[in-house]
């Protein structure tokens, strides 16, 4: 994916922040620290458009960003992290449910998980949550470059095992490498334009 622009657009917390649902949608999620910021800098190919969460809970909106001035990213507070106050928590889960059901122009959701790291109730509630509402999933384990070749289709193996998908669903990546960057980019497109032709078919 040749990457000519990348633009922060806005923050939101509710829909009448949103932008207008003009471009066709991606949003990433992901536990707070898994590597999601750097990911998405990875894909759009920036240093630091996505800023790296250095202080937790101080990322509690969704951030919307154009890239080539055709696909919007949506950057979703990262769950799980512990530091968080209670407060602060329980306003996440209906902020994040309402932008997953509400939003027209979704075409899919990046779940981002350590590939060093067994998946945890949240991943099964939030991956069964996706299901139930028809949207499409793609799970990647970021981080391989932290394990050898051998463990990662291991662990591979075992986490899809957990989460009832076939090895080859889960999508292997390194922000450090940059390896798997044109499979999470391929993933992405192809739901994008299966969400086109599902659209002009109608
Ligand atoms: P976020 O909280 O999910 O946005 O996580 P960040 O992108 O800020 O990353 C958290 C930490 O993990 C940072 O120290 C990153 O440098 C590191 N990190 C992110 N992705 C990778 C990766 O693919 N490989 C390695 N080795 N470190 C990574």
Redesign the pocket.
């Known amino acids: 994916m040749l990457i000519k622009s990348a633009k922060f657009i806005t923050s939101a917390v509710k829909p009448p922040q949103y932008p207008a649902p003009e471009f066709p949608e991606v949003a990433f999620a ?12 990875v894909l759009v190919n920036r240093k630091n458009l ?1 800023k ?3 202080t ?1 809970g101080r ?1 509690q909106l969704i951030n919307f960003f154009l890239v080539n001035e055709t696909i919007s990213m949506v ?1 979703l507070p ?1 769950y799980g992290y512990a530091r968080v106050p209670e407060k602060v928590k329980r306003s996440w889960g209906p902020m994040i449910e309402t932008y997953l059901s509400q939003r027209e122009t979704l075409t899919s959701v990046v779940l ?1 998980m350590d590939i060093r790291r067994t998946p945890k109730t949240e991943e099964f509630n939030f991956i069964d949550w996706l299901n139930q509402r028809r949207i499409p999933c793609i799970p990647i384990l ?5 394990l050898s070749k051998t463990r990662q289709i291991k662990q591979r193996g075992a986490v899809a095992r957990l989460l009832g998908m076939q090895p080859d669903q889960l999508i292997r ?5 940059r390896a798997g960057m044109t499979d999470v980019w391929h993933a992405i497109n192809s739901h994008m334009e299966q969400d086109l032709d599902h659209h002009e078919s109608k």
């Not at 970021?142 to 932290?146: E, M, P, R, Y």
């Not at 990546?173 to 490498?177: D, G, L, N, Q």
């Open positions: 992901g536990r707070s620290n898994v590597g999601k910021s750097s990911l998405l800098n996505v790296t969460s250095k937790p990322t950057d990262g981002i970021t981080k391989i470059d932290k990546f390194s922000a450090k490498t």
